[in-house]
C-alpha cells in the first residue's frame, strides 16, 4: 500500500504518505493563547501519522482571528508548545506548526478594538468568528509597507520560536482567504505599490516570508499551503488572473528546496474558462518537489493518486479527528469511525481526545 511507505522531506525521514491535515480546534481556554496538557494528548494520540501539520498558530496578536487559538509568539507560548513536541517525539511522530495570519477575517474583538489589517480596505462581507460568536466582517485597515515589512519579521520570529519548541518544521498558511491569499486575489487586492498589480508584485509578500523563513532555518523545514480555487468564499474569486498567479507561486517555488507544497482540492466545481478543476494534477506538471494533497479524501482516492504519481504524500482532516490511529485502520482495512461535528470548536476533551484507537 503506498500510503504505508516512508518518505523523505529533506532530511526527515517519515514511516508513512498518511498526513494529518491541519484543523483549527479551539481548546486554547485560555486569554494567554496557551496549548495546553490536552493538545499534548491530542497531537500524541495521532503520532502514527507520517507527518502531523498542527493547526494554524497566529504569528502575533494582529494575525488572530479565532477564540482559543494557541499562539507561537511568547516565550509562554513557546514553552506550552515544548509539552506538545515531546509527547509526539516520545511516541515517534513528526511535527510541523501552521504558521497563520488571518488578516481581514480578523475582528476588533480580538483586536483590543484596533481594525483588522489586509492588502486593501476591502470589507469581505461575510460572517466571521468574533469574541461573542459569529458576526459581520468589517472593513479593514490597510497595511503599509512598514506593516508588511513588519509582518515579515514576525513570520520569522515564529519561525525561531516554532525551532525553538521543537517542531520539525513550519508549514506557511498562505491558503484558504487569510492574509497570503488576500494579497493574490484581485477582489482584495487593490493596491498601486509594489505589493499590488502585477503577479510578481501580489505575490511579493509571500516570497519576502520564505526568504526571511530561510535566514534562521534550513529551507527543507519549510513547507506552503494553497488552495488555488477557492471561490466565492469568505470575499475570495477566481479570475482571469488567478490561475497565471498560482502558476507563478509554484513555478518559481521550484527553484527552493521546500519540504513540500501542500495543495486543497476545489471545494466547489466552478463551470468557467479561468477555473482549473484538476488541480493537483495541473499543479503536479508544474512542480518538482514534494506534492500533498489534500480535500476530503478516503484511502481509495488517497491511494490511487500516490500509485500515479500525482502527489507525493495525502492529508487527511475530519479523519484523523475520529480515527487517531488512521495509518493502522487503513493497513488492516479496519472500520472508520465518523466525527462528531458538534465538537469540532467546543472546548473541552469530548470529541478531541475521547475518540478510541480500533481493537480488532
Known amino acids: 500500500m503506498k500510503l504505508l511507505e516512508p518518505i523523505k522531506l529533506g532530511k526527515l525521514l517519515l514511516k508513512n504518505r498518511v498526513f494529518m491535515a491541519p484543523l483549527t480546534r479551539g481548546r486554547a481556554d485560555n486569554d494567554l493563547g496557551l496549548p495546553t496538557q490536552l493538545h499534548a494528548e491530542y497531537y500524541k494520540q495521532r503520532s502514527s501519522a507520517g507527518l502531523i501539520i498542527s493547526e494554524g498558530v497566529p504569528v502575533s496578536k494582529q494575525a488572530v482571528g479565532y477564540k482559543n487559538i494557541p499562539g ?17 517525539h516520545k511516541h515517534d511522530g513528526k511535527i510541523f506548526i501552521q504558521l497563520w495570519h488571518v488578516g481581514r477575517l480578523s475582528h476588533p474583538s480580538f483586536l483590543d478594538g484596533s481594525l483588522p489589517v489586509a492588502p486593501s480596505a476591502v470589507n469581505p462581507n461575510t460572517l466571521i468568528s468574533t469574541k461573542s460568536g459569529r458576526g459581520k466582517s468589517v472593513t479593514p485597515r490597510t497595511l503599509s509597507v512598514e506593516d508588511i515589512a513588519q509582518t515579515v519579521s514576525d513570520f520569522q ?39 499590488g498589480g502585477s503577479v510578481e508584485n501580489k505575490t511579493r509578500f509571500l516570497f519576502e516570508v520564505v526568504d526571511a523563513l530561510k535566514e534562521v532555518m534550513p529551507e527543507d523545514k519549510i513547507g506552503l499551503r494553497l488552495n488555488p480555487m477557492m471561490h466565492d468564499k469568505y470575499g475570495i474569486f477566481v479570475d482571469e488572473q488567478t490561475a497565471e498567479t498560482f502558476d507563478y507561486i509554484v513555478t518559481r517555488l521550484n527553484n527552493y528546496k521546500l519540504a513540500y507544497v501542500h495543495l486543497t482540492r476545489p471545494w466547489q466545481i466552478v463551470e ?7 488541480v493537483i494534477g495541473h499543479y503536479r ?36 479527528i475520529s480515527n487517531p490511529d488512521l495509518p493502522e485502520r487503513f493497513a488492516n482495512h479496519w472500520p472508520l469511525t465518523d466525527p462528531d461535528t458538534e465538537t469540532f470548536y467546543t472546548s473541552d476533551a469530548k470529541g478531541y481526545t475521547d475518540y478510541s484507537k480500533f481493537r480488532s
Open 72 to 88: 507561537i509568539y511568547t516565550d509562554k507560548q513557546v514553552e506550552a508548545w515544548k509539552r506538545v513536541t515531546s509527547e509526539v
Open 157 to 195: 520570529m515564529a519561525a525561531k520560536n516554532a525551532l525553538e519548541a521543537g517542531f520539525d518544521g513550519v508549514e506557511i498558511h498562505s491558503s484558504n482567504g487569510y492574509l497570503f491569499h488576500q494579497f493574490f486575489c484581485n477582489a482584495s487586492n487593490k493596491r498601486t505599490d509594489k505589493y
Open 272 to 278: 468557467s474558462p479561468d477555473f482549473i478543476k484538476d
Open 285 to 320: 506538471n508544474i512542480y518538482k518537489g514534494v506534492l500533498i494533497a489534500n480535500g476530503n479524501y478516503g484511502a481509495d482516492d488517497a491511494e490511487m493518486e500516490l500509485k500515479t504519481k500525482r502527489a507525493d504524500a495525502i492529508a487527511f482532516g475530519r479523519l484523523f
